[in-house]
């Protein structure tokens, strides 16, 4: 018995939803990825083996000291929706025999799309709930581009420009080097009070002062996923008495992100990267071609076959109907 061809409009049918398939990966799937994600749960290090600091229990200064700054994030689930993600940030900056000697905490709301700070949800810095919290809240977004985005500093409270300054190679991977300077300027007035003697005043019994901070951020970004994977810092604080004269400086550190971190970020942004090759072009490409070809293969299906393939055709149903 001769199998009945397949007609030619459930060819196209086939070669239709590859096509539109090949669309939908292309772009709401793709798209989709692209959207900062609202779990989070990740920790990374920053150490130097040369750091400054006051130390405020003893009142002395110390140099040559192993700093390790651990930052860790956390999504918060069950804040936000599908268009905001809500994280919060917790920095510890401790000795290198594990005595803490800063932190900060903060909590902000984001656009998933843009990496854009969003006021609400509850976000805070430090104990403050009122400081307005602005441009990128904790990274840039995926699709990073060669150019300058406001982002928000922590310790300065407020947003600085993050500019764009070459492109690099970390470990092998392609990334954009980003980095802003700013400050010195005061993060908190009358932060305490100290003996004169400590801040260089023998002639003082006590001493009010404010707390000055300077920061210089790089980072290195691979621009495909936005992911950051690898961080340097340097900090510089220092209190100052009412006059504005700097009397002691209480911590200077460069921090370095440790390798160990930068190879498990650079390893996360690689993998990244494949994903969006996957669903951008191999994916889209493939069932473009199959739905192409599909597409030709029905019209050919269309087609009025020849007078003698029809006679053919129907000779052969009839032998098959008497027999």
Known sequence: MTPRPVPWTAVLAAGAFFLTLAALMRFPVQESVLLLPREQDRTYRLATADGAYFDPGTLVSRTG?????????????????????????????????????????????????TAAAVDCCGGYVDSDAETRQSGLAFRLPPGA????????????????????????????????????????????????????????????????????????????????????????????????????VERKLILQARLTMVPEDVAAQVEEARAFARRILLLREVMPGGLLVLGAALGLLALRLRRPRPPAAREAGETSRTETETG
């Not at 192993?66 to 993600?85: F, I, P």
């Not at 621009?223 to 209190?239: C, D, F, I, M, W």
């Open 65 to 113: 000291a192993t700093l390790v700054a651990k930052v860790t994030l956390r999504g918060d689930t069950t804040a936000g929706d599908e268009r905001t993600g809500v994280w919060t940030e917790f920095t510890s900056i401790e000795t290198g025999q594990g005595r803490r000697i800063g932190y900060h905490e903060r909590r902000s709301a984001f656009d998933r799309r």
């Open 145 to 244: 581009e060669p150019r300058s985005y406001p982002m928000y500093d922590t310790v300065l409270r407020r947003a600085v420009t993050l500019r764009f300054e070459r492109e690099e190679d970390v470990r092998g991977l392609r990334t954009h080097r980003y980095g802003y300077t700013a400050g010195p300027v005061e993060v908190e007035a009358r932060s305490g009070e100290y003996p004169g003697r400590a801040m260089g005043l023998p002639d003082r019994r006590v001493v009010g002062v404010s707390r000055y901070a300077e920061v210089t951020r790089t980072l290195w970004v691979e621009p495909e996923s936005g992911l950051t994977v690898k961080v340097e810092e340097r900090h510089r604080q220092a209190l100052r008495t009412i006059d504005g």
